[in-house]
């Protein structure tokens, strides 16, 4: 059989190093198919993906309505917050209503984080800053507040930094629904039995992560940005979870909500119809 080369985009952070773990290191068969490993932050990739640069990408469900024509979500690999998400925080107690008079600091402008953001507070002025130098800004003072994503949302009380509010919290508290941050696309053009094999090798490595969980949380610890394992193990244990192993009606639900919320709130230029494979 020949191998097949599948570029893999994810971001540096310990749930996506879990998810992923398997290829990585090559603990499954992966069926004459090799995976490159593309490490970037995941508002790079979002960028990546307008262009269909990778074949299989990491991405934010708010990026996925402007790659839509080339790339259908994969129905494992969801990064989904049930009560908990993306953390607003400042350098000193403050309200939603507060956010209004501020500059916030946000990882980027395709994240879903920042549509949360959006649909929670309303048109803010903000500021782009790679994800993980938010806290150090805030505690500058170049920002007024700052959106945590990745661990920045377990470690910020150590910076001595305020919750404004949990972002997905809030969502969970307007919907009832768990609030869907990222996923993984995959490019239409690799054709269905190519997509459905990918699918099907990404869901084992996940599977994999989750049955050998202490040698894949040590492995994700490289990505922790100096966090113990416990702390590290509490993370992909909030992001890798039984939607990460498929959305489910409630998943795909809230991914439907969420993106039809920011057409109507004018963030998101047209309507999305959701593609999963």
Not at 32 to 52: C, P, S, W, Y
Not at 60 to 72: F, G, K, N, P, W
Request: overall charge negative; hydrophobic content about 40%; glycine content about 10%.
């Amino acid at each position: 059989m020949d191998k097949r080369e599948i570029t893999l985009g994810h971001s540096p952070d310990p749930d996506d190093a879990f998810m992923f773990y398997a290829l990585a290191d090559n603990k499954i068969n992966t069926d004459g198919l090799t995976f490159k490993h593309v490490i970037q932050d995941i508002e790079t990739l979002n960028r990546r993906a307008m262009n269909a640069e990778l074949d299989v990408t990491a991405v934010s469900i708010h990026a996925y309505a402007y790659v839509l024509d080339q790339y259908a979500l994969l129905t494992s690999g969801a990064s989904i917050g049930d009560n908990y998400g993306p953390l607003v925080v400042s350098r000193k107690p403050m309200t939603i209503g507060d956010l209004q008079h501020t500059t916030i600091a946000v990882p980027g402008l395709m994240t879903t984080a920042y549509l949360a953001l959006r649909l929670c507070v309303g048109d803010v002025k903000t500021v782009v800053v790679p994800f993980d130098k938010i806290m150090d800004s805030v505690e500058r003072g170049e920002a007024d507040v700052g959106l945590l994503i990745h661990e920045g949302q377990l470690t910020y009380t150590a910076r001595g930094l305020h919750k404004v509010v949990d972002l997905g919290e809030w969502w969970k508290s307007q919907t009832g629904l768990p609030l869907p941050l990222g996923g993984n696309a995959i490019r239409k053009s690799l054709g269905d039995e190519l997509i459905e094999k990918v699918s099907r090798l990404l869901r084992e490595s996940i599977e994999y992560g989750l049955a050998n969980r202490e040698v894949a949380v040590r492995h994700s610890m490289k990505y922790g940005r100096g966090m113990e394992e416990s702390l590290t193990d509490k993370f992909v244990g909030m992001y890798v979870n039984d939607y990460t192993i498929d959305y489910g009606d409630r998943g795909r639900q809230a991914v439907k909500l969420l993106l039809e919320r920011g057409h109507s709130a004018g963030i998101i230029p047209r309507p999305v119809e959701l593609e999963f494979k």
